[in-house]
């Protein structure tokens, strides 16, 4: 089945610095989903992006199909952005990568 | 939240004992799913129903069973929990528009097998 890769597992930065996440697939996929797991556990869908790239707000992401791998900016980050980031993709089921552990400090 | 509610929110049980997870929702979607999400795994899909009496089976379904009698209810029942079964539980449903398939989660259920 199709592996899912995200780097680096774990993040920590001060508020106010840019990040980038990654997801590496080793397939091609028809569906590419970002998830942030706020510390209460809820799962919050950030981004639908198969290909091509979308913003919101501070958060943007980039999917480059042929090259398989995905990209998940966060600029100027706050506290709030803490959590852990899940990359997600499909080709007949949805498989989860192991996340990203993201800290944000005062 | 996409109108998906799981119940309990939270258990303890102990080994040996049936348990019956609840995911229910309001907006009629056609395709539900239980997920497991344990350290270092990620999410992974345990069972997934695309229609009322027809499921199938997922990544990490051995030990679990589901049913889906209406639209709205997704029943995971664990036979006889055991202790490999402690995990946290989510339910998600997809909004299928046009070929976009999103999934969106229900808050969880963290089960505790004794």
């Known amino acids: 089945g199709i592996q899912v890769e995200q780097s680096p597992p774990d993040l920590i930065l001060q508020e106010g610095a840019n990040s980038t996440l990654r997801c590496n697939f080793s397939d091609s996929v028809n569906n590419l989903q970002w998830f942030h797991q706020n510390p209460w556990g809820q799962l919050i869908n950030l981004f639908y992006i198969p290909s091509g790239t979308k913003q919101n707000g501070r958060l943007s992401a980039t999917t480059v199909a042929t090259e398989r791998y995905s990209l998940l900016y966060i600029s100027s980050s706050q506290t709030t952005d803490s959590g852990v980031y899940f990359c997600a993709v499909e080709s007949d089921k949805l498989i989860f990568g192991t996340g990203t552990r993201l800290q944000v400090f005062p | 939240d996409a109108g998906i509610t799981q119940s309990p929110r939270h258990k303890v049980t102990e080994t040996g004992t049936p348990v019956t997870l609840r995911c229910h929702q309001t907006?009629?979607?056609?395709?539900m799913y239980w997920y497991r999400q344990d350290p270092g795994h990620g999410l992974r899909l345990i069972h997934y129903s695309y229609g009322v009496k027809d499921t199938d089976k997922g990544e990490v379904s051995d030990g679990y069973s589901v049913s889906r009698s209406k639209t709205e209810d997704f029943l995971l029942t664990l036979e006889s929990a055991t202790s490999s079964q402690t995990s946290v539980y989510f339910c998600?449903?997809?909004?299928?528009?046009?070929?976009?398939?999103?999934?969106?989660f229900g808050a969880g259920t963290r089960l505790s097998v004794l």
């Open positions: 907006e009629n979607h056609r395709y």
């Open positions: 998600a449903i997809s909004e299928i528009w046009k070929t976009k398939n999103i999934q969106y």
